[in-house]
């Protein structure tokens, strides 16, 4: 009783166009972080990164075409990492919020 | 639905006997190797933990390090890196249709783009090396800001690249076993599982690249003096 | 008394059905593949058990005796080590879980047999490191490997049993995989996920937990690896590196690791409170959501181990109250099991002697862990025998009773054998009073604060510590035991019929031991999970 995966071939076309898309994005982002925008060039540079990573799961892993449980556990993939980046960070980033004593 | 169906001629030799239909085997093979790329996440994402940290508490060393890298060296290994998505993605579809001489014309494509990302990566490393910018071995960041912080810049590099590229040489060998497999017609339009699988395995390499770039090669390259 | 259906020859089953080691070392057989995990674990426990005579011998007398510092601290290592990666956690998933699984869904095996077999020799290598490194001359460190000790000062063969621990985890990593794909694409049909047996809700959350989180500190050990062994430095305070991120990144899997060891025994106690009451679980659908909510929980307390390591304190109060409320869903089993016992035709056999024994120790262990959830106690009991105590409550009290009341309740039918009730029982009640006798006394003792992994105390503690060993011989007694009369039993043990204890599940449906395809037809399920009137009237086994 499991969905099964539509056998479904996707036109050379949208990995062309994909293709392309990543490559221009990876030159962007080359010449932007040459350019100063303080500390929103990591967000940019991220904000590029999580793009063309969205691109090649959607298209060139077939997410978009998958199954419901596929996207699960993509879902679960970021979940979890962000879960142990946010958290762990939230130590690094609050260390020096309460004053102890002596220090 | 778990039936003894008449068995599909071409998929015969390669349903195992614990699976009702060949369908419910690619389909498990599919999720095995997702949920094996869920685990790569984790596995990565510890290396990136590592990185946030130490760049968030060393901003400065960590910038002027970067500056080591050569930006364009980078972008174009990324590129090719990206062309050799491609040619896997198209020799998944080449497979799906079939093709057996085009299948294998991509994944040699496929192999000489990995071949040459590699062959770059050493490079940098062997210059690394040069310039005394490994850890550990007579280091020293010349002309760096805040050098006592950079070696945590360089440890990361060199392992979080070094961790990538062992998983690309691992895609190597699988790529030269699919290649054999491919020349002996083992693959077919109706059965080409593996190659779809190593597909997502290869992709997936490519994205842990697609952060590593930015993350490494592009702290604040206007040389602003803090990222 | 039963006797076995008249027959001509020796049925064929999964243990006959081919002869000779290779037919062993090189089976594709999920239950076969068990077994060889039986064995291997077994004898990993055996180790972990001398480790832990070990220390309750030195610890009889306040002073140094025995050992000294250096060689009690790798004694403990060893312990804690084999005891957590080569016991604990793949217990009972790579026993009963690997038997089970597969038949609790009417499937012929896990998805991928030969990744199975192989997550077994991964096993083996991993403990080969291991020996190795107790052979050599041991790690020092604690089972914790906290830097820059580990990665800068320790003696001991840190690299080695990092890379053992490394390499044991693929093993876990593997066999949590092959469970998630088997038990969303091998069920039978009319095998819904509201019809699978709890134990197999049970593995499903483990296997999230074991994919998630083992390969954190598969990283971690990585990286002190590389520090160690080519000086990379990631966490070294010379270039600016930070302890408490190793702390972070070893917890973050360490955390979950112990929903690892306990959700697998709390699927074992579903099955055989409701089994040995005749009574389908109560709150059927609260017990399979908890597991699920203890596997995502679990991932989000891991700081509750950093307290007072220099952790922010905002960080330290949301740990706390997430680590108060991770204790609820495993709160509502305790509940549910205990309400399918009410009214139920409890009947007093060596499994159901275990799980009722679980309950009580399990809500121990987890109710000092509310303890030491809350940041202001945790400051005086951390790193004290309070935590020792707290967690050998959940650890022995709770995962390997429940592993003891597995392999009690699927021996007949993995072996095809009955073992001697008298002794069985005899060896339940041995382990309950020893563990208690062990561990009890050590509540105090970190209450009045007695150091964890020191190898010398205060003359005061003694009578405490003397209690805690005496236990401990009762213990070692009540579990060397089963090793005896299990083992006699596949000789000379009453042969079993196909459902002894008058269970559901589709496993009970086949013979004892099972054929090697595990089902002639593949079922087709069309009644609900725990039906106890379709069961055959139950015939008690002397």
Same mark, same amino acid.
């Given at each position: 009783? &499991?969905?099964?995966?539509?056998?479904?071939?996707?036109?050379?076309?949208?990995?062309?166009?994909?293709?392309?898309?990543?490559?221009?994005?990876?030159?962007?982002?080359?010449?932007? &972080?040459?350019?100063?925008?303080? &500390?929103?060039?990591?967000?940019?540079?991220? &904000?590029?990164?999580?793009?063309?990573?969205?691109?090649?799961?959607?298209?060139?892993?077939?997410?978009?075409?998958?199954?419901?449980?596929?996207?699960?556990?993509?879902?679960?993939?970021?979940?979890?990492?962000?879960?142990?980046?946010?958290?762990?960070?939230?130590?690094?980033?609050?260390?020096?919020?309460?004053?102890?004593?002596?220090? | 639905?778990?039936?003894?169906?008449?068995?599909?001629?071409?998929?015969?030799?390669?349903?195992?006997?614990?699976?009702?239909?060949?369908?419910?085997?690619?389909?498990?093979?599919?999720?095995?190797?997702?949920?094996?790329?869920?685990?790569?996440?984790?596995?990565?994402?510890?290396?990136?933990?590592?990185?946030?940290?130490?760049?968030?508490? @060393?901003?400065?060393?960590?910038?002027?390090?970067?500056?080591?890298?050569?930006?364009?060296?980078?972008?174009?290994?990324?590129?090719?890196?990206?062309?050799?998505?491609?040619?896997?993605?198209?020799?998944?579809?080449?497979?799906?249709?079939?093709?057996?001489?085009?299948?294998?014309?991509?994944?040699?494509?496929?192999?000489?783009?990995?071949?040459?990302?590699?062959?770059?990566?050493?490079?940098?490393?062997?210059?690394?090396?040069?310039?005394?910018?490994?850890?550990?071995?007579?280091?020293?960041?010349?002309?760096?800001?805040?050098?006592?912080?950079?070696?945590?810049?360089?440890?990361?590099?060199?392992?979080?690249?070094?961790?990538?590229?062992?998983?690309?040489?691992?895609?190597?060998?699988?790529?030269?076993?699919?290649?054999?497999?491919?020349?002996?017609?083992?693959?077919?339009?109706?059965?080409?599982?593996?190659?779809?699988?190593?597909?997502?395995?290869?992709?997936?390499?490519?994205?842990?690249?697609?952060?590593?770039?930015?993350?490494? @090669?592009?702290?604040?390259?206007?040389?602003?003096?803090?990222? | 008394?039963?006797?076995?259906?008249?027959?001509?020859?020796?049925?064929?089953?999964?243990?006959?059905?081919?002869?000779?080691?290779?037919?062993?070392?090189?089976?594709?057989?999920?239950?076969?593949?068990?077994?060889?995990?039986?064995?291997?674990?077994?004898?990993?426990?055996?180790?972990?058990?001398?480790?832990? /005579?070990?220390?309750?011998?030195?610890? +009889? #007398?306040?002073?140094?005796?025995?050992?000294?510092?250096?060689?009690?601290?790798?004694?403990?290592?060893?312990?804690?080590?084999?005891?957590?990666?080569?016991?604990?956690?793949?217990?009972?998933?790579?026993?009963?879980?690997?038997?089970?699984?597969?038949?609790?869904?009417?499937?012929?095996?896990?998805?991928?047999?030969?990744?199975?077999?192989?997550?077994?020799?991964?096993?083996?290598?991993?403990?080969? $490191?291991?020996?190795?490194?107790?052979?050599?001359?041991?790690?020092?460190?604690?089972?914790?490997?906290?830097?820059?000790?580990?990665?800068?000062?320790?003696?001991?063969?840190?690299? +080695?049993?990092?890379?053992?621990?490394?390499?044991?985890?693929?093993?876990?990593?593997?066999?949590?995989?092959?469970?998630?794909?088997?038990?969303?694409?091998?069920?039978?049909?009319?095998?819904?996920?509201?019809?699978?047996?709890?134990?197999?809700?049970?593995?499903? +959350?483990?296997?999230?937990?074991?994919?998630?989180?083992?390969?954190?500190?598969?990283?971690?050990?990585?990286?002190?690896?590389?520090?160690?062994?080519?000086?990379?430095?990631?966490?070294?305070?010379?270039?600016?590196?930070?302890?408490?991120?190793?702390?972070?990144?070893?917890?973050?899997?360490?955390?979950?690791?112990?929903?690892?060891?306990?959700?697998?025994?709390?699927?074992?106690?579903?099955?055989?409170?409701?089994?040995?009451?005749?009574?389908?679980?109560?709150?059927?659908?609260?017990?399979?959501?908890?597991?699920?909510?203890?596997?995502?929980?679990?991932?989000?307390?891991?700081?509750?181990?950093?307290?007072?390591?220099?952790?922010?304190?905002?960080?330290?109060?949301?740990?706390?109250?997430?680590?108060?409320?991770?204790?609820?869903?495993?709160?509502?089993?305790?509940?549910?099991?205990?309400?399918?016992?009410?009214?139920?035709?409890?009947?007093?056999?060596?499994?159901?002697?275990?799980?009722?024994?679980?309950?009580?120790?399990?809500?121990?262990?987890?109710?000092?862990?509310?303890?030491?959830?809350?940041?202001?106690?945790?400051?005086?009991?951390?790193?004290?025998?309070?935590?020792?105590?707290?967690?050998?409550?959940?650890?022995?009290?709770?995962?390997?009773?429940?592993?003891?009341?597995?392999?009690?309740?699927?021996?007949?039918?993995?072996?095809?054998?009955?073992?001697?009730?008298?002794?069985?029982?005899?060896?339940?009640?041995?382990? $309950?009073?020893?563990?208690?006798?062990? $561990?009890?006394?050590? $509540?105090?003792?970190?209450?009045?604060?007695?150091?964890?992994?020191?190898?010398?105390?205060?003359?005061?503690?003694?009578?405490?510590?003397?209690?805690?060993?005496?236990?401990?011989?009762?213990?070692?007694?009540?579990?060397?035991?089963?090793?005896?009369?299990?083992?006699?039993?596949?000789?000379?043990?009453?042969?079993?019929?196909?459902?002894?204890?008058?269970?559901? /599940?589709?496993?009970?449906?086949?013979?004892?031991?099972?054929?090697?395809?595990?089902?002639?037809?593949?079922?087709?399920? #069309?009644?609900?999970?725990?039906?106890?009137?379709?069961?055959?009237?139950?015939?008690?086994?002397?």
């Amino acid at each position: 009783m &499991s969905e099964h995966a539509e056998h479904h071939i996707v036109p050379k076309r949208v990995y062309f166009l994909v293709f392309f898309a990543l490559i221009v994005l990876t030159w962007v982002t080359t010449l932007v &972080s040459t350019i100063d925008l303080g &500390s929103l060039n990591i967000y940019v540079a991220l &904000s590029i990164a999580i793009f063309k990573a969205s691109l090649v799961a959607l298209f060139f892993m077939h997410v978009k075409y998958g199954t419901r449980l596929t996207k699960m556990i993509v879902m679960c993939g970021l979940y979890w990492l962000l879960l142990l980046l946010f958290i762990a960070m939230a130590d690094l980033w609050t260390r020096g919020w309460m004053g102890v004593p002596g220090r | 639905m778990a039936s003894q169906t008449v068995p599909h001629h071409h998929a015969d030799e390669t349903l195992q006997h614990h699976f009702a239909n060949p369908e419910q085997q690619k389909d498990a093979s599919t999720i095995g190797m997702w949920v094996f790329l869920l685990t790569e996440i984790m596995f990565f994402g510890g290396l990136f933990l590592a990185y946030f940290a130490y760049r968030q508490a @060393y901003p400065v060393a960590f910038a002027s390090a970067s500056n080591k890298t050569n930006l364009w060296i980078g972008a174009t290994n990324t590129t090719v890196l990206i062309c050799s998505s491609l040619t896997m993605a198209l020799a998944v579809h080449a497979a799906s249709m079939g093709k057996k001489k085009l299948l294998m014309l991509f994944l040699t494509a496929t192999l000489i783009l990995g071949g040459v990302f590699l062959s770059v990566k050493g490079y940098e490393y062997h210059d690394k090396w040069v310039h005394h910018e490994v850890p550990g071995y007579h280091f020293d960041c010349e002309g760096c800001q805040d050098a006592g912080h950079t070696p945590l810049f360089f440890s990361l590099y060199f392992g979080m690249t070094g961790l990538h590229a062992m998983h690309m040489l691992i895609g190597f060998v699988i790529l030269i076993v699919l290649l054999v497999q491919a020349k002996k017609g083992k693959y077919n339009e109706k059965w080409y599982t593996p190659v779809e699988m190593f597909g997502l395995y290869w992709h997936f390499v490519d994205i842990i690249w697609i952060f590593l770039f930015p993350l490494l @090669y592009l702290i604040d390259r206007s040389g602003r003096g803090l990222s | 008394m039963i006797t076995a259906p008249p027959q001509v020859a020796e049925p064929k089953n999964y243990l006959n059905a081919e002869t000779g080691l290779k037919s062993w070392l090189l089976t594709k057989d999920h239950k076969r593949i068990a077994i060889l995990y039986l064995i291997v674990v077994s004898l990993f426990f055996a180790l972990g058990g001398i480790f832990a /005579g070990l220390i309750r011998m030195e610890l +009889a #007398t306040p002073a140094g005796d025995l050992f000294d510092s250096n060689t009690y601290n790798k004694v403990f290592t060893m312990h804690g080590i084999i005891m957590v990666f080569f016991f604990l956690i793949p217990s009972i998933p790579a026993v009963l879980g690997n038997f089970f699984l597969p038949m609790m869904i009417g499937a012929k095996d896990l998805a991928f047999p030969r990744i199975n077999l192989l997550s077994w020799y991964i096993y083996l290598l991993g403990g080969a $490191f291991t020996l190795y490194v107790l052979l050599a001359g041991g790690v020092d460190t604690g089972w914790t490997f906290y830097t820059p000790f580990s990665s800068s000062y320790s003696n001991g063969y840190v690299v +080695a049993a990092g890379l053992g621990i490394f390499i044991n985890g693929f093993s876990s990593i593997l066999t949590g995989l092959n469970f998630i794909v088997t038990t969303h694409r091998m069920r039978a049909p009319g095998m819904t996920w509201f019809r699978l047996p709890l134990f197999v809700w049970s593995m499903y +959350a483990t296997s999230a937990i074991m994919v998630l989180g083992t390969p954190v500190i598969a990283v971690t050990l990585f990286l002190l690896v590389l520090e160690r062994g080519l000086h990379i430095g990631f966490f070294d305070p010379a270039y600016g590196g930070d302890p408490v991120l190793f702390q972070h990144l070893f917890w973050f899997y360490s955390h979950p690791a112990v929903y690892i060891m306990i959700l697998p025994s709390m699927g074992v106690v579903s099955e055989v409170i409701s089994t040995f009451s005749s009574k389908k679980p109560f709150g059927y659908t609260f017990i399979a959501f908890s597991s699920l909510a203890i596997a995502v929980f679990g991932f989000l307390v891991w700081g509750h181990h950093l307290f007072v390591s220099g952790q922010s304190i905002y960080a330290g109060l949301v740990f706390s109250v997430l680590s108060y409320i991770v204790a609820i869903p495993s709160a509502i089993k305790v509940f549910n099991w205990t309400a399918t016992m009410y009214k139920g035709q409890v009947r007093m056999e060596t499994p159901m002697l275990y799980a009722i024994g679980f309950i009580g120790l399990f809500t121990i262990g987890g109710l000092t862990g509310v303890v030491l959830a809350s940041l202001g106690m945790d400051v005086h009991l951390t790193d004290t025998y309070f935590v020792i105590a707290h967690f050998h409550y959940v650890m022995v009290g709770g995962a390997l009773l429940g592993y003891l009341s597995g392999l009690h309740f699927w021996w007949p039918k993995m072996t095809g054998r009955m073992y001697s009730d008298v002794w069985s029982k005899v060896s339940a009640v041995l382990v $309950f009073a020893g563990f208690n006798l062990t $561990f009890g006394p050590q $509540f105090l003792l970190g209450y009045m604060g007695m150091p964890r992994r020191y190898h010398v105390y205060p003359p005061e503690f003694q009578v405490l510590n003397v209690l805690s060993s005496a236990g401990a011989s009762i213990l070692g007694i009540g579990l060397i035991l089963p090793a005896m009369y299990l083992t006699w039993s596949l000789k000379y043990g009453a042969k079993a019929s196909a459902n002894p204890w008058g269970a559901t /599940g589709l496993e009970w449906q086949t013979s004892s031991p099972p054929i090697a395809e595990n089902f002639e037809v593949t079922p087709v399920v #069309t009644h609900e999970a725990y039906d106890y009137s379709t069961v055959q009237e139950v015939v008690h086994i002397g």
